[in-house]
């Protein structure tokens, strides 16, 4: 190994090592991955959130898993990486980061088979951790999906609008990829899993309405406030 290679000369901070590009990149990849881990680990917990007042549909409370937050950052997270650096790199890190989520189910999946010390703790752990197929199926699916409609709808919209107009790709994008996200994880996890491998609770229609358009309405508000940190994100690499 040459000198130069050792010292990460061909590496992304070869000629400054607190370059903001390479920074950035590295940053945001670190984000999204943690961000998409977090929400494998936490999508089986459904979460009621009440509201101030009942909406039509939606109720009195909000019924979303677990994962909606940590998911959301990985669009903020993609959003920023896909302005700053292009469509290709991002898909790569999108589609990298899908093959990665089997490598985490493989590494809880092999933890909770192995034999545990106390019986309780085991117990627990394998109550809190272990994923249930209709819940990784709908995960699963509904990110592959979704995530390369946002890469593609951000830069179809980039390449009508140009460089600016920043908001309108990264509200627009992440709307509609939110929406196809919750239709196919909702559908996936509490329908046609369930239906089909008899696991997990089978949600009637009204259900499921009422369980996707409230987690929508909170991913829609939060597709909405992170607009100002995407330019912030931005901003802060370019300048």
């Known amino acids: ?6 010292a990460g000369g061909n590496g992304p901070f070869r000629t400054d090592p607190l370059d903001r590009t ?6 945001l990849i670190t984000l999204f991955t943690v961000a998409l881990g977090t929400a494998q680990l936490t999508a089986a917990k459904v979460l009621a959130l009440p509201l101030p007042f009942a909406l039509p549909v ?5 019924l979303l898993p677990g994962a909606a937050l940590a ?9 920023c990486y896909a302005e700053l650096y292009g469509r290709r790199a991002t898909q790569v890190v999108v589609n990298v980061a899908f093959l ?16 545990g010390v106390d019986p309780e703790v085991s117990a627990a752990f394998q109550a809190a951790l272990g994923p249930a197929a209709n819940i990784v199926a709908g995960s699963l699916l ?5 995530q390369n409609w946002d890469v593609f709808l951000f830069h179809a ?18 709307a509609t990829s939110q929406a196809i996200d919750t239709a196919i994880f909702v559908g996936v996890a509490f329908y046609a899993a369930p239906l089909l491998l008899g696991v997990g609770p089978v949600f009637d229609p009204p259900a499921l309405l009422a369980l996707g358009l409230g987690q929508y309405l909170l991913k829609l ?7 100002p940190v995407v330019y912030l994100i931005v901003g802060a690499v370019r300048d």
């Open 100 to 115: 990665a989520n089997f490598l985490v189910l493989a590494l809880v999946w092999s933890t909770l088979a192995a034999p």
């Open 142 to 146: 509904a990110y592959v999906v979704s």
């Open 22 to 27: 390479a920074v950035a990149a590295v940053a």
């Open 71 to 79: 998911y959301a950052l990985t669009f903020l997270a993609s959003d």
């Open 221 to 227: 508000a939060i597709a909405v406030l992170d607009t």
């Open 1 to 6: 190994m040459s000198s130069r290679t050792a």
């Open 58 to 62: 939606v109720g009195a409370e909000i």
């Open 157 to 174: 919209i980039r390449d009508r609008t140009g460089e600016g107009m920043l908001w309108l790709r990264n509200i627009g994008s992440t």
